[in-house]
């Protein structure tokens, strides 16, 4: 496998662990992958409600006992959190504590202008929590009113950096981006894609690489994914740059919205916990029902070599894009696809060179236009010269990295 990817680093040192990995799961992100499966075959339930809840009742199995599901199945300890919203008394508000302080500043409702949910997301909802709270679960569950996943996951982040019980991995299964801000190295704390979208194993370099790639900012630190959202905001949570940092950090706890003492000892309870999670009984049985149904299997498979390849092929090239801004038209072409680091490095400089010398040639044309004593035809001349060879040398890189 390339090195853009993760999976092996991480199934070795889980394989040299003395305790069982904890794995985070992320109970609203899960759901809407088992919804997703459930409408492919809703139209088999013919309408009756308890054929399409056996269905759902299948996939939560699957899911859930599968674990990370870019590593080959293994034994995990889980802890399923969960968003849970509520009234505010004093402001009617219906939501979590930040839709509360959003409204006290006058700021657009928090996560507003989000979609309707689909259709059978209610029963969806409710399997699940049957499922993980029924008297023989083996998953371990936390909500907290007025509190979501996310606040919880920030948590469980702390009590694993500062008072760990264990030395254990800490796995963050969501597809949400906003968990990328607690991965931390020193901590064993590595966030787990549920999505398709590569790399799906991240750590603090995954973490870095991503934003500097997608979003242009470069960042030494997952925490810091945080602090740059005051400054360009996110869309998905409805907060608008300028937004303080308390509406985004999950890292740091709130001064306001913080843990009882006894909320802290059940989570840091759960965490220590090194019971086996997973069902190997549950989730073959599910897989043999899905299978005869003919259900495609609630997860994602590894990723072919094409798949690798294009991968970090793309991220090269968006990597470099975000390094040397000042790279344009056809002289990022040029360059941006170009396999050797160190070719890149000199096409860029070349290009460089090139868009220095056509501004100062616009320059000194204008100066001979406006018949400006400092104008130098001397050096026009010399600069004409020197883009025509500098052109050549673009062109000559350009060849190079169409192959």
Not at 112 to 140: A, C, H, M, Q, W
Not at 188 to 200: A, D, E, F, I, Y
Not at 203 to 229: F, G, M
Request: proline fraction near 5%; charged fraction near 30%.
């Amino acid at each position: 496998m390339l090195p853009d990817l993760k999976e092996q680093w991480l199934e070795s040192e889980l394989d040299a662990s003395t305790h069982l990995p904890l794995v985070v799961i992320d109970f609203k992100v899960y759901a809407h992958i088992v919804n997703g499966f459930a409408e492919s075959v809703e139209h088999l339930a013919e309408g009756d409600e308890s054929k399409i809840r056996t269905v759902i009742k299948a996939l939560w199995a699957y899911r859930l006992n599968r674990g990370i599901d870019s590593l080959p199945y293994r034994d995990f300890t889980a802890i399923v959190v969960d968003d849970h919203k509520i009234e505010f008394a004093d402001t009617g508000v219906f939501g979590y504590w930040r839709s509360q302080e959003a409204h006290k500043l006058g700021m657009p409702e928090y996560k507003g202008g989000r979609p309707d949910k689909p259709s059978l997301f209610p029963l969806v909802l409710d399997e699940g929590y049957k499922y993980i709270r029924s008297p023989g679960s083996t998953f371990n569950f936390f909500d907290k009113p007025g509190y979501e996943a996310d606040d919880i996951a920030g948590k469980i982040a702390r009590i694993q950096r500062t008072d760990p019980a264990l030395d254990r991995y800490v796995l963050l299964s969501t597809v949400d981006g906003d968990w990328q801000g607690l991965v931390s190295d020193e901590h064993k704390t590595v966030w787990c894609n549920t999505g398709p979208w590569l790399p799906r194993i991240r750590t603090e370099s995954e973490v870095c690489d991503y934003y500097l790639r997608k979003e242009k900012l470069q960042i030494s630190s997952a925490r810091e994914t945080y602090t740059v959202k005051v400054e360009v905001g996110d869309a998905g949570d409805n907060l608008l740059p300028g937004t303080p940092l308390r509406f985004f950090d999950l890292y740091d706890e709130d001064s306001v919205w913080g843990w009882t003492p006894d909320e802290e000892s059940r989570l840091q309870e759960l965490m220590a916990n090194t019971s086996v999670s997973n069902r190997r009984d549950h989730l073959e049985r599910s897989a043999r029902f899905l299978s005869g149904i003919g259900m495609f299997l609630p997860e994602i498979p590894p990723p072919t070599l094409h798949d690798i390849v294009t991968y970090s092929e793309r991220s090269r090239r968006e990597r470099r894009e975000a390094l040397n801004p000042g790279l344009r038209g056809l002289n990022k072409k040029y360059c941006v696809n170009l396999e050797l680091d160190a070719d890149f490095v000199k096409c860029a400089k070349v290009a460089t060179d090139d868009d220095a010398a056509r501004v100062r040639i616009k320059e000194l044309e204008e100066k001979r236009k406006s018949e400006d004593p400092n104008y130098d035809p001397g050096l026009l001349k010399a600069l004409k010269v020197s883009r025509k060879d500098y052109k050549a040398t673009l062109l000559r890189y350009g060849a190079k990295a169409d192959g």
